[in-house]
């Protein structure tokens, strides 16, 4: 029985070293990930605003057509000879 104890102490040592190194590093790595979702990057801050500026130009593009096609019912309201 001391045989088998004795050699699984290494085991259960190299065991512990992990548990401890886990423990020490994860308030870095949950620090680490906060700083991660707080912050945006250049490549998600391009991304973002090339997304904004896709969205506007196809609401603009809704907003020009629908203008044609209220001038093309009434070119008299619209104030121009649209034809």
């Known amino acids: 029985m001391r045989i088998l104890i004795i050699a699984a102490l290494p085991l259960l040592g190299g065991c512990l070293a992990k548990t401890a190194i ?14 991660d979702w707080t ?13 904004k500026l896709r969205k506007q130009e196809a609401r603009e593009g809704r907003e020009r057509r629908e203008a044609e096609r209220r001038c093309r019912r009434d070119p008299e309201a619209c104030g121009t000879d649209y034809r």
């Open 22 to 35: 886990g423990v020490a590093t994860a308030p870095v790595k949950v620090a680490s990930k906060m700083v």
């Open 39 to 51: 912050t945006t990057s250049q490549d998600e801050a391009d991304r973002n605003y090339g997304r």
